[in-house]
C-alpha cells in the first residue's frame, strides 16, 4: 500500500506564504500529482496538477500564487502558496498516481488557515 503524507500546514496571516510537503512511499518518476483542497461545508476542488512531463496546471485561484513543483530524490511533491488570503482556508490534500491507476493514493490532509 503507497503511504502519501502531506506537512507544511499551519496558521498564517494574510500575504504569507507557506510550503506544503507531500512525501510518498514509491518514487514519484512517470506519476501523476495533485494537490486538492476542502474548505468547511464546500467538496474538494483541485489546485494544481504535474503531469509525468512536469506540465503543471493550476486553478484560477492559484494561478501566479502557488507552484507545484517534485523533487524526486525525496519522492516528494510541493506546493508553494504566496500572498495566502482568508478565502484559501482549506484542508490541502495530496494525490499521487500513476496512469493506469483510477484514483490513486491520497494523503491525510494539511490544515492551512488563513487569518488575521
Known amino acids: 500500500q503507497v503511504q502519501v503524507v502531506e506537512s507544511g500546514g499551519g496558521l498564517v496571516q494574510p500575504g504569507d506564504s507557506l510550503r506544503l510537503s507531500c512525501v510518498v512511499s514509491?518514487?514519484?518518476?512517470?506519476?501523476?500529482a495533485a494537490w486538492y483542497r476542502q474548505a468547511p461545508g464546500k467538496q474538494r476542488e483541485l489546485v494544481a496538477t504535474l503531469s509525468t512531463h512536469d506540465d503543471t496546471m493550476y486553478a484560477d485561484f492559484a494561478k501566479g500564487r502557488f507552484t507545484i513543483v517534485r523533487d524526486y530524490a525525496a519522492n516528494t511533491i510541493y506546493l508553494q502558496m504566496n500572498n495566502l488570503k482568508p478565502e484559501d482556508t482549506a484542508v490541502y490534500y495530496c494525490?499521487?498516481?500513476?496512469?493506469?491507476?483510477?484514483?490513486?493514493?491520497w494523503g491525510q490532509g494539511t490544515q492551512v488557515t488563513v487569518s488575521s
Open positions: 494525490n499521487n498516481r500513476q496512469y493506469w491507476e483510477s484514483s490513486g493514493f
Open positions: 514509491r518514487s514519484i518518476g512517470n506519476t501523476n
